[in-house]
């Protein structure tokens, strides 16, 4: 097993450019999650979601968008790029509803925004 | 939703010390209580985790205790070694899904030789 897989590893955007950062697992788990980590912050949550078809928002949601088609993929897509988007941005899945069990993370995607 | 303070955000003790990180949480229906650990560029890793219905849990040198009635848990590392340098986070969540785990903003640990 691969486990979460994300792409990039790192990105350079100028503003106003949209792009997605893909994530995978191959582990059929039913919950999937974004995060962004900030200095100083934590990591924030993004959006989630608990199936395939099944998407929600997180605690900071603005400016991102993302779709659930299939359990294994969860990608998550930025619009228009602004600075404040700069940032390292995880993927996490999880085998139960609601993330009340160990979270597996992606090795994460290094997103600059000029 | 859930607010989860963690102190210090920076920790520096000498090889072989304890050290304590506290956090506290604010929503009473918070039922898991996961630690992660991240070394610089990598990515977060689960080192141990809890549940309420258990106040106290070890793994080696690691141990996570909680309290319930004042809504705080704590990670205590016995025997420190160079390699629990890292930033820990804590994290809560009552596992309906609404919210995900909310995590703590990470304390710095450094191991002084």
């Known amino acids: 097993n691969a486990g979460v897989t994300q792409t990039p590893k790192f990105q350079v955007l100028k503003t106003g450019q949209s792009m997605t950062l893909q994530c995978a697992q191959d582990m059929n788990h039913e919950y999937m999650s974004w995060y962004r980590q900030d200095p100083g912050m934590g990591l924030r949550l993004i959006h989630y979601s608990v199936g395939a078809g099944i998407t929600d928002q997180g605690e900071v949601p603005n400016g991102y968008n993302v779709s659930r088609s299939t359990t294994e993929d969860f990608p998550l897509r930025l619009l228009s790029a602004a600075p404040s988007q700069t940032s390292v941005y995880f993927c996490?899945?999880?085998?139960?509803?609601?993330?009340?069990?160990?979270?597996?993370f992606g090795n994460g995607t290094r997103l600059t925004v000029t | 939703g859930e607010n989860v303070e963690q102190h210090p955000s920076t920790l520096s003790v000498q090889e072989g010390d304890s050290a304590v990180i506290k956090c506290t949480y604010s929503d009473s229906a918070s039922n898991y209580f996961p630690w992660y650990k991240q070394e610089l560029g990598k990515r977060p890793q689960l080192i141990i985790d809890i549940r309420s219905n258990v106040g106290e849990k070890k793994d080696q040198r690691i141990a996570v205790t909680l309290n319930k009635t004042a809504k705080h848990f704590s990670l205590h590392i016995t025997e420190t070694q160079p390699e629990d340098s890292a930033v820990y986070f804590c994290a809560a969540t009552s596992g309906g899904g609404a919210d995900g785990l909310t995590f703590g903003k990470g304390t710095h640990l450094i191991i002084q030789p």
């Open positions: 996490a899945s999880t085998p139960l509803q609601g993330g009340d069990s160990p979270l597996h």
